[in-house]
């Protein structure tokens, strides 16, 4: 079993800041990509961040240019920084690894999802 663990959720102002991580632990050889989705009330989950094994990184529009994605592969950690917020970022924040479990297979894990709320 993976499980991953998202923290750093919360309250915060119109154009303020919150960093987010999820670490990883369990049963697995290698984590390959890691992403950053969220979910708002009544709409579907959607991706926002991209993040490969070697680093390479992509981003929905809405988010480009406010959001960073970062990992530390020692770790087994995943970063979102989310800067300039608006209401509408308002969402459930979740994460999900790709890892090997030593054989060449992917599979995927999300984590349970942290709550990030910005005020007008």
């Known amino acids: 079993q993976v499980n991953l663990v998202e923290s750093g959720g919360g309250l915060v102002q119109f154009g303020g800041s919150l960093r987010l991580s999820c670490v990883a632990s369990g049963s697995f050889s290698k984590i390959n990509a890691m992403e950053w989705y969220r979910q708002a009330p009544g709409e579907q989950r959607e991706l926002v961040a991209h993040i490969t094994s070697g680093g390479s990184t992509y981003y929905v529009d809405i988010v480009k240019d406010r959001f960073i994605i970062s990992r530390d592969n020692s770790k087994n950690t995943v970063y979102l920084q989310m800067n300039s917020l608006k209401p509408e970022d308002t969402a459930v924040y979740y994460c999900?690894?790709?890892?090997?479990?030593?054989?060449?297979?992917?599979?995927?894990?999300w984590g349970q999802g942290t709550q990030v709320t910005v005020s007008a």
């Open positions: 999900k690894a790709k890892v090997e479990r030593g054989g060449s297979d992917e599979y995927e894990f």
